[in-house]
């Protein structure tokens, strides 16, 4: 299994944990593994949430609800809770 360092979530300071709030999740009072390997780099996880958000929000041809119900079915097929 791949190992990467990261910085913990009660050591996060000044940009890092100005985006804390953005994106711990507050079903499991953690940040998940896939914004956390970000915490090295907080321009590259605020880039990162950014295309997240980007792309779950709705558009002319694919409603918010159906791309969440695909993230939903793709999590699912993954193992993921997230």
């Given at each position: 299994?791949?190992?990467?360092?990261?910085?913990?979530e009660?050591?996060?300071?000044?940009?890092?944990?100005?985006?804390?709030?953005?994106?711990?999740?507050?079903?499991?009072?953690?940040?998940?593994?896939?914004?956390?390997?970000?915490?090295?780099?907080p321009?590259?996880?605020?880039?990162?949430?950014?295309?997240?958000?980007?792309?779950?929000?709705?558009?002319?041809?694919?409603?918010?609800?159906?791309?969440?119900?695909?993230?939903?079915?793709?999590?699912?097929?993954?193992?993921?809770?997230?």
């Open positions: 299994m791949a190992w990467i360092e990261t910085i913990r009660d050591e996060w300071e000044g940009p890092l944990a100005e985006l804390y709030g953005q994106v711990v999740d507050a079903g499991h009072d953690r940040v998940d593994n896939v914004m956390q390997i970000h915490s090295l780099n321009a590259g996880m605020a880039g990162h949430l950014g295309v997240y958000r980007s792309a779950m929000a709705g558009t002319k041809t694919l409603r918010k609800v159906e791309r969440e119900l695909i993230a939903l079915m793709v999590s699912r097929y993954n193992d993921c809770h997230y």
